[in-house]
């Protein structure tokens, strides 16, 4: 059984910096990729990064390319997602996720994504 358990977010204002954590178990010696995802108020779900079980290959979002670090902790079977110069237009809930068929790569579609964190909130204020 894959559950994946997220914690950190909350408030921040602009410029601040926050890191979200997404805590996997079911995994253990399976070849997967972790993504994360966002979903602000009124819009659709959107790719934000992923890396791959290994930890060696990622990928990111233009819109966070450079603030936005994704790592991944082989010992707890924990992903993180370091958000550096937070903007308002950062505010959404962030889902971790994990592809048990990451095939040569990964995936930006969420719909390719098989198990699903709760999700957290990540409000930036002005």
């Known amino acids: 059984q894959v559950q994946l358990v997220q914690s950190g977010g909350g408030l921040v204002q602009a410029g601040g910096s926050l890191r979200l954590s997404c805590a996997a178990s079911?995994?253990?010696?399976?070849?997967?990729?972790m993504g994360w995802f966002r979903q602000a108020p009124g819009q659709e779900r959107e790719f934000v990064a992923v890396?791959?079980?290994?930890?060696?290959?990622?990928f990111y979002a233009d819109s966070v390319e450079g603030r936005f670090t994704i790592s991944k902790d082989n010992v707890k079977d924990t992903v993180y997602l370091q958000m550096n110069s937070l903007k308002p237009e950062d505010t959404a809930v962030y889902y971790c996720?994990?592809?048990?068929?990451?095939?040569?790569?990964?995936?930006?579609?969420?719909?390719?994504?098989?198990?699903w964190g709760q999700g957290t909130q990540v409000t930036v204020s002005s």
């Open positions: 890396i791959r079980s290994s930890g060696e290959h990622l």
């Open positions: 079911g995994l253990a010696s399976r070849t997967y990729a």
């Open positions: 996720a994990a592809d048990l068929n990451p095939g040569w790569a990964w995936s930006t579609i969420d719909h390719d994504y098989d198990y």
